[in-house]
């Protein structure tokens, strides 16, 4: 008789409860990035928005605002924490001031190739930093990459003194401010959308970019030389307002959870594929000539950049950097 009359109950608290689902209408997730529909991260955003509301149908519904149309680079982070939007994929240096593990990801030659960064970030230690914001309400969702960085400049960039005296533009970051310091070189933060400009004006010399943020910005037209480096990393983290994400019904998460492990696949297959694309494409143009460094030039910058890794070693923590170097082939 207990029995019969809990079953009963649980019954018409799970009919109410579908009842007040249906009248709030579904839960809704705005997601919002500053980049165009067409690249690897605004794709993303519109893949997980068709997968979210084809396999959560009437429960969940997901709103994209690209190219900063809902909120701009600037406060992103601010409407985040207000709840304002629910996702965002910011580039890692965007999290200096919520926790410096992050910048292991900007050591320079810290890891031998892409293949290296991804098996890191399935590591257990890389996927502590996606939650090192929790106590901020940042929660850490997935890495997405946008490539390994290459040197592109004036001049030819063979060795490390061969930068001395230039000027190249960096995102604002200690890190990579240490790195062209290591090599004599004058570290300038610029914003994205200046690049080009300061390029072609003289005002620097070089930038560190992927293959595919060169070609889209035309920088190759500007720059005669592209030192193939692959010194660094550009990535995004795909982020949630951690109170929202917790208050969500548990199988709700779960099936969002495993649709963010599709998404990331596609949104970093994506990226290695137009990198691809478009270092040839640049290459076949014949404006940028290829610098291709031999393994003795290579680690000639490594060991060069040696005290940048001391020196922040405190900041980001012994342990992190230890585990990105023993995915290395050679460590």
């Not at 809990?6 to 980049?35: E, N, Q």
């Not at 940042?138 to 001395?164: C, F, M, V």
């Not at 019904?249 to 998404?263: D, K, M, Y």
Request: charged letters at 25%; proline letters at 4%; hydrophobic letters at 45%.
């Amino acid at each position: 008789m207990l029995r019969s009359c809990v079953v009963t109950a649980m019954i018409s608290l799970s009919i109410l409860f579908s009842a007040a689902v249906r009248a709030d209408g579904p839960i809704v997730i705005k997601f919002a990035h500053v980049v165009a529909d067409d690249t690897p991260k605004g794709k993303g955003a519109l893949l997980f928005k068709k997968l979210v509301e084809e396999r959560l149908a009437g429960k969940v519904s997901v709103e994209v605002y690209p190219n900063s149309s809902l909120v701009g680079d600037a406060d992103e982070m601010q409407a985040l924490l207000d709840n304002e939007v629910q996702m965002l994929a910011p580039s890692l240096s965007k999290f200096d001031k919520y926790t410096k593990k992050l910048q292991v990801f900007d050591l320079p030659f810290l890891f031998d190739d892409g293949d290296a960064v991804a098996r890191f970030q399935r590591r257990e230690k890389s996927r502590e930093l996606l939650r090192s914001m929790v106590n901020d309400n940042i929660y850490g969702l997935a890495y997405w990459n946008n490539g390994l960085k290459q040197l592109s400049s004036t001049q030819a960039l063979h060795r490390p003194e061969d930068a001395a005296g230039l000027a190249f533009r960096i995102q604002p970051s200690a890190v990579l401010e240490a790195q062209f310091n290591a090599v004599g070189a004058k570290p300038v933060r610029l914003a994205f959308a200046d690049v080009y400009k300061s390029l072609a004006a003289g005002v620097v010399q070089g930038a560190e970019n992927p293959w595919s943020n060169i070609a889209s910005q035309n920088m190759h037209k500007v720059q005669p030389f592209i030192t193939e480096s692959n010194h660094g990393v550009l990535a995004y983290m795909l982020i949630t307002n951690g109170q929202f994400w917790n208050k969500l019904p548990f199988a709700i998460r779960s099936e969002l959870e495993g649709i963010i492990l599709e998404v990331t696949q596609a949104v970093n297959d994506e990226a290695e594929a137009l990198n691809r694309r478009d270092r040839d494409r640049i290459l076949a143009g014949g404006t940028s000539k290829l610098v291709t460094l031999t393994d003795a030039e290579r680690q000639a910058w490594r060991e060069k950049m040696l005290p940048v890794w001391k020196a922040y070693e405190d900041e980001i923590g012994a342990d992190v950097i230890r585990a990105a170097l023993t995915v290395n082939r050679r460590h």
